[in-house]
């Protein structure tokens, strides 16, 4: 993606995550094309750079990740943010004390596909819409970062893996999550350290039904 292309999206989501009544967009700029290449070049990324993600950037991008349509407005979600790399490293030795065959992946660094940043999403287990608000949370997450040019993974297996590990349980309290919230998924985010080739998509489950 283009440098350039991505410095004007990243400021029309930044004018739009910052409340901007209007619909209009803020110049001539072909918004459209924009919010449409955002989309179609973002990739799941698995490979990092080491650099940090500075806290104000997460800010920005996790307010556009509680910007998304939610039932009811319930914002019926959770969010912890982990940076710390100690941290990810002690889940991650947890983890693998219980599931030892997850260290074997080639190049295995950490359980969030070595990520140097990890957010864990909880769902509210009462609401019956929470995982969708929690999808639509993620979705705005994952663009708003690609807009800003960091790379982001959706990750069942390393919730999975914290939720049903003995050993990361203390790790789980720490996150504290309010009673009746579950964890549900996380996202990896970083720089990335590859372009990884789009997977192909099946068109057909696309109809139109007159
Ligand atoms: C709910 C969900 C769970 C996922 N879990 C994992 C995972 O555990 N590990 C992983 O490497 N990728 C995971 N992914 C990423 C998918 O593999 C990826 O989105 C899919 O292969 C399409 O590739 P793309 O994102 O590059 O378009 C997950 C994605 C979603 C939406």
Not at 34 to 54: E, F, G, L
Not at 123 to 128: P, Q
Not at 188 to 210: C, H, M, N, Q, S
Request: one cysteine or more.
């Amino acid at each position: 993606m283009k440098k350039i292309l991505s410095m004007m999206a990243a400021a029309l989501m930044m004018t739009a995550c910052n409340g901007n009544k209007s619909h209009e967009p803020a110049s001539d700029i072909d918004t459209s094309s924009i919010v449409t290449d955002i989309m179609m070049s973002r990739r799941s990324i698995r490979a990092y750079k080491d650099s940090v993600i500075p806290r104000e950037t997460l800010n920005d991008i996790l307010k556009c990740g509680i910007n998304a349509p939610n039932g009811k407005n319930l914002q019926s979600y959770e969010i912890r943010v982990i940076d710390s790399p100690a941290l990810i490293d002690s889940i991650t030795a947890a983890v693998i004390k219980d599931y030892p065959e997850v260290a074997e992946r080639k190049g295995f660094k950490n359980i969030f596909v070595n990520a140097p940043c990890v957010l864990c999403i909880a769902f509210d287990k009462n609401y019956d819409m929470a995982q969708i608000d929690c999808g639509l949370l993620g979705e705005n997450i994952i663009l708003s970062a690609w807009a800003k040019g960091i790379g982001s993974c959706c990750l069942g297996s390393s919730a999975r893996w914290i939720n049903d590990s003995p050993s990361a349980k203390p790790y789980l309290d720490r996150l504290a999550f309010s009673d009746g919230y579950e964890l549900l998924y996380c996202i990896a985010l970083g720089y990335p350290d590859e372009t990884p080739e789009a997977k192909p998509r099946k068109e057909a489950i696309i109809r139109f039904v007159e």
